[in-house]
């Protein structure tokens, strides 16, 4: 179970974030949107305060468990700034990312959000493929 803990406590403050923002601020904790906003210098007050509690969850991380979080990635630069901007153009393109579909559209029974997730899914597993069988 040890080895378990890290995941299992991410994930439920994930979910009392989200459950805080939604029930305190009525807003959909999608992080995408949240960012979008902060960009455009709207609602400084409630979504910098999220923004820097997400930049400190590795501080806590380390306070919690005595280390930093082990993180390998396998692949180059470039691959990695091409996911990002098709992300980012995803997130945008499909009105929310997966934190604001995945967390809280689908604990909301949202269709749109089931079909959004379900597209995130497919997307992934698409992808990991394709990477996989040209050798990237």
Do not use: E, K
Request: charged share 5%.
């Amino acid at each position: 179970m040890s080895a378990h803990l890290p995941s299992l406590v991410g994930g439920m403050l994930i979910g009392a974030s989200a459950v805080m923002l939604l029930l305190l601020n009525g807003r959909i904790a999608g992080i995408s949107g949240i960012v979008g906003r902060l960009v455009q210098g709207v609602g400084l007050a409630t979504n910098l305060p999220f923004v820097i509690g997400l930049l400190l969850g590795p501080l806590a991380y380390l306070i919690i468990f005595g280390g930093w979080p082990i993180v390998q990635i396998s692949t180059g630069w470039p691959l990695i700034i091409v996911a990002g901007l098709l992300v980012g153009f995803g997130s945008r393109m499909g009105s929310g990312c997966t934190s604001g579909h995945g967390v809280l559209g689908l604990a909301r029974l949202s269709p749109r959000s089931m079909v959004a997730v379900a597209t995130f899914l497919t997307a992934g597993v698409a992808a990991v493929a394709i990477v996989r069988g040209l050798g990237l």
